[in-house]
Structure formats: C-alpha cells, structure tokens
Antibody, heavy 121, light 108 residues
C-alpha cells in the first residue's frame, strides 16, 4: 500500500524549534515530489513548498520562504518540515503529500494524515 | 501569484441533486494543470480530478471536471451523503502553486 505517515502532534512554545517528518512507503520515494500544505484553524489549504528527494531540489512559496526549511533523507524515504523559531501564528495542521509523478508539474495524489502543531505560551 | 477564486463559498443542496462548483484563475492555467480535492473534517484531502478532467484512481464517475484557461468546473452529477465536504481547486502550472479558498457543499 502506498502511504505517507507523518509524525505526531506537537505542542511548543513561541521561540522553540521543531522538525516534523513524513515517511513514504509502498513506492519508489526518490521518484516523486513531496509537498507540504498548511491549514490554519478554520481556514483553507496553503501550498508551502515541494522537494524532490532524489536530489533535494526544493521550491518554496514566497509566503513561506525563509520561515521554514524543507528537507529530505532519501535513504529512509522521509521528508521534513522545520522551524527554527516558532510563532503562535504557526499553529496549524500540516500535511505532506506526494506528487502524482516525477514531473515538476504535479497534483498531490497521496496525503499524509496531517501533523497538528500548536504554538502557545 | 495565480489567484484561484472559487464560487460559491457555500452550496446548500439535497442528496441526489447536481452540484456545480466554479474555480476562476487570475492567470491562464496552461496544459490543464488544474486539480480538485475533497476535504472532510478530520481527514486528509483526497484527490478527485487532475489535468482538469482526469479522474483519480477510485473516484466515482459522478465526479467530473471541465474547463480550460481561466475557468474550470467540478460537477457532481448526483450528490451522495458522503459527498458533503469542502472542495478545493489547485493549480500546478506556475510557481508558487496555489489553492482556491474552497467551496463547502452542505446538506440543505
């Protein structure tokens, strides 16, 4: 079965760092883009950025450039989303999702279950 | 950015009725790089349509996509109880990729 499994919910304080993960299985993970999507409470989906695990080529939305870092470890079929200094406004559900192909132009066909990040003092 | 505007914001319909959801792009979406997703509370989004009109694996044929350029439509021919959800369009033509703000299909 093709699936993406994300790390568990996190509760952090403002200023803390965090790295959440997304592990793929059931497919050749180096051949598909992985994207990250944010959903703030009560809001819609926002595209954050994508990474190609085979060479770690990464593209960010300008809205998230410099705010987060997307990385991957192809040896363990995992992608990551990290913050160096969290803000309360980072409170959201974060989804990873697999691109429909190795093409740069792709929809997302397989989604992780989501990781809820809560930032509160 | 290519801004996607979905309408209506909320669609109140009964099971068995036809749903027509619109997605308008601020710039032309080339090569039909437009997808639709269904999102229910507590679940991950689900890909319904990609390439503007191709159904994803396992998606029932009551879901259909159409359109080109700046105007795209998702049609649900006859609503089933499990179809009440939020629907998002998504363009993957230009960077940054963008999502529409969503259309909620609710039970009337």
């Amino acid at each position: 079965e093709v699936q993406l499994v994300q790390s568990g919910a996190e509760v952090k304080k403002p200023g803390e760092s965090l790295k959440i993960s997304c592990k793929g299985s059931g497919y050749k993970s180096t051949s598909y883009w992985i994207g990250w999507v944010r959903q703030m409470p009560g809001k819609g989906l926002e595209w954050m950025g994508i990474i190609y695990p085979d060479d770690s080529h990464t593209r960010y939305s300008p809205s998230f450039q410099g705010q987060v870092t997307i990385s991957a470890d192809k040896a363990i079929s995992s992608a990551y989303l990290q913050w160096s200094s969290l803000k309360a406004s980072d409170t959201a559900m974060y989804y990873c999702a697999r691109g429909t192909s190795g093409s740069y132009h792709h929809a997302f066909d397989i989604w992780g279950q989501g990781t809820m990040v809560t930032v509160s003092s | 950015d290519n801004v996607l505007t979905q309408s209506p914001g909320t669609l109140s319909l009964s099971p068995g009725e036809r749903a027509t959801l619109s997605c308008r792009a601020s710039q032309s979406v080339s090569s039909f790089y437009l997808a639709w997703y269904q999102h229910k509370p507590g679940q991950a989004p689900r890909l319904l349509i990609y390439g503007a009109f191709a159904r994803a694996t396992g998606i029932p044929d009551r879901f259909s996509g159409s359109g080109s350029g700046t105007d795209f439509t998702l049609t649900i021919s006859s609503l089933e109880p499990e179809d009440f959800a939020v629907y998002y369009c998504h363009q993957y033509d230009t960077s940054p990729r963008t999502f529409g703000q969503g259309t909620k299909v609710e039970i009337k």
